[in-house]
């Protein structure tokens, strides 16, 4: 295959599928937002700050220039923090190709962004920035696949979802190989509230996870209780944003993800639940807002933390009475003890907890 990649965010996950296409004999230019990052993968080949351990192959190179990296790409893969993703895409826009609209665009990001009445699936938030032509033709690829496996060569299953089918297929064609198993889907906003609301349960999760090593009450039983609900949640409001296949929440993209994100040891959203109960992490914060003015003080990036606003915003817009997703939310709103908060969701309220784990309907 003679295409030429660029991905714009060199993270874990955007450096990880930088190596696996490079890997196939594309070339891969990776945009890098800090300077530093980008020499070192001129010059050594390495990512030590976002991937440390990971050899990257000769056809991966590196910029910091947006316009450079996009020049003359037949595949635009965006890889940014929600939180910066529209400034990228504001970047991009200015380029000549992507005015023409030559390049396929795809997304990895996870999360959603604010809409002009509620939080809006990122593929949305980016097609209303794009020219129109793009309406309906990014494709969002999503799937249970921690970065620090894919780039080891673990075998891993994604999801390529875009409106055209066409274009789900030829960024799966793109993404697939000797380890990488890409499956097309035209369900994007299933998939991407898949994508999101995992980091959310995954938070209660990880603070549920810490709470056995300090309280009885709490055991494996009790976290698949939470992942199956906290599934059914994800459904519930996945339904209610207009998604088109039930099949995407029992898919790779519904609870395999949610699997691999709530038990994985390289599980962001995970990690900081349990340092929230074992290391008082909300300390420093006042509340939400804070912590997200404020998240490179955590050291890394759990997306759920951002997604938690979003998803209890969509809650209140949809009326939907969830119990996990507005837990999180108070929880790191700083509203209400996570200890006690998780002891009454699974005691005092277990009617209501269970109730929503047998009914996944829409309210």
Known sequence: MAAKVAIFGAGAWGTAVAKTIADKGIEVILWAHEPLVSLEIRQNHTNRRYLPHAVLPANVTATSDVAEAAAGREFLILATPSLYILQTVKD??????????????????????AGPDRPIPIVESIENFLPGFYKGNVVYISGPSHAEEVVTGKITGLVSACANPRNSIKFRDLLNGRTLRVFASMDVVGVQVCAALKNV????????????????????????????????????????????????????????????????????????????????????????DDIIANIGKIGYLPEGVVAARHAWQLCQKYSLKLSIIPLVYRILNKEINPVMALQHLLDDDVTEFTDELVSPVVR
């Open 92 to 113: 991009l826009v200015g380029v000549p190709s992507v005015q023409e609209g030559l390049p396929l665009i795809g997304v990895l990001t996870k999360g959603f962004l």
């Open 201 to 288: 349960v995954a938070i209660a999760f990880g603070m549920m996870d810490a709470l056995k090593e300090k309280a009885n009450l709490f055991g494996d039983n009790t976290e698949s209780l939470l992942l199956a609900a906290g599934l059914n949640e994800i459904q519930i409001l996945g339904r209610s944003m207009g998604a088109t296949h039930l099949e995407t929440f029992t898919s790779i993209a519904g609870v395999g993800d949610l699997d691999v994100t709530c038990r994985s040891q390289f599980g962001r959203n995970r990690r900081f639940g349990r340092e929230i109960i074992l290391n008082n992490a909300l300390d420093p914060f006042t509340n939400l």
